[in-house]
């Protein structure tokens, strides 16, 4: 490894704002921070005895699915961005939004750990390493994660991000979701929820920043760039739509998860300053409302919902106790 010598060594300095908006990102990313172990997954044993077997065979597998990207996300993808992005502000909010990428996948793992064997654990994670459709997903994804060099491949990055926070999740997060509306695997269903909140604003605050690149191209730039965007997305829409016609094979759900998948398409474009691209029928709306990020109204002592925050405490003083 080699140094430089005599270079000047600056601090993240958050008493001014670097730009307009990223320490709003970083006061919501801190107030939105949750844990798995805050959520009482065991409340889920009971109905998860009484789904068959194709259920939980598909539930396993969506959550397994979801558990590879975030892994790749929290490891590969915000390193990537992080490495080519020179404010201090800005690589402290990408650095927080890797940690809970991390999270997000170990909730996963508290799940199968509630509700599975150590053989079905073992068995859904050979499955992720043996299924084509999942294991090109990450190849794809890592095409442009691993080659970020420059402005170009740095703008490409945040477009593949972009588009696995806005949208690829969503294949795994619709049954999850039709599940939860029902009253089924309702606290699974909560952490499905909080994970849902932290991508909406992932996919926002990336989206912004890869919009910062693109405007410092050239008109003509800007279009080869634009049709480098839409390759990527048709690639990983064609992979997509092959993945959910494997997992959700026979369950009746194949083309509302596609349509699921194209409506949550042209949210990521707009993220990423673009127009709508898919025309979609509507959503299931039991999977519709699942995805507002607004406050659910839950029994404080039996799930954590997502409008929780963490409360703010005071030392007591001499005068809390004059009555």
Do not use: C
Request: no cysteine; proline share 2%; charged share 25%.
């Amino acid at each position: 490894m080699t140094f430089k010598l005599n270079q000047i060594h600056k601090a993240v300095n958050w008493n001014k704002e670097d730009d307009g908006f990223t320490q709003a990102f970083w006061d919501q990313n801190v107030k939105q921070f949750w844990l798995p172990e805050e959520i009482s997954v065991s409340k889920d044993l009971k109905t998860w005895q009484e789904l068959n077997e194709n259920e939980k065979e598909l539930y396993k597998k969506v959550l397994a699915g979801l558990t590879l990207l975030d892994t790749k996300q929290g490891n590969n993808g915000i390193p990537s961005m992080m490495s080519l992005t020179d404010n201090l502000q800005r690589k402290a909010v990408l650095s927080f939004m890797g940690t809970m990428e991390e999270i997000h996948a170990k909730s996963y793992s508290s799940i199968f750990m509630t509700l599975l064997s150590n053989v079905e654990i073992d068995e859904i994670f050979e499955w992720i390493e043996s299924e084509p459709t999942l294991q090109k997903k990450a190849d794809l994804i890592l095409a442009q994660y691993e080659n970020t060099n420059d402005q170009r491949s740095l703008y490409l990055a945040m477009v593949t991000s972009v588009f696995l926070e806005s949208f690829l999740f969503y294949s795994g997060f619709f049954y999850p979701l039709y599940l939860a509306g029902q009253g089924k695997m309702v606290a699974s269903g909560e952490i499905i929820s909080l994970i849902l909140r932290d991508e909406s604003l992932h996919g926002k605050y990336i989206g912004l920043l890869a919009q910062e690149i693109y405007k410092e191209f050239s008109r003509e730039n800007q279009e080869d760039l634009k049709k480098q965007a839409f390759k990527i997305l048709n690639e990983l829409m064609k992979n997509e739509e092959d993945y959910t016609n494997t997992i959700y094979k026979d369950s009746g759900f194949e083309e509302e998860v596609i349509n699921f998948l194209q409506y949550n398409a042209n949210r990521a474009l707009e993220n990423l300053g673009f127009e709508s691209f898919y025309t979609v029928e509507p959503i299931n709306p039991i999977v519709l409302n699942g995805l507002s990020t607004e406050t659910k109204t839950h029994d404080f002592f039996s799930t954590k919902g997502n409008g929780y925050q963490k409360g703010v405490y005071e030392e007591l003083e001499d005068e809390d106790f004059i009555l």
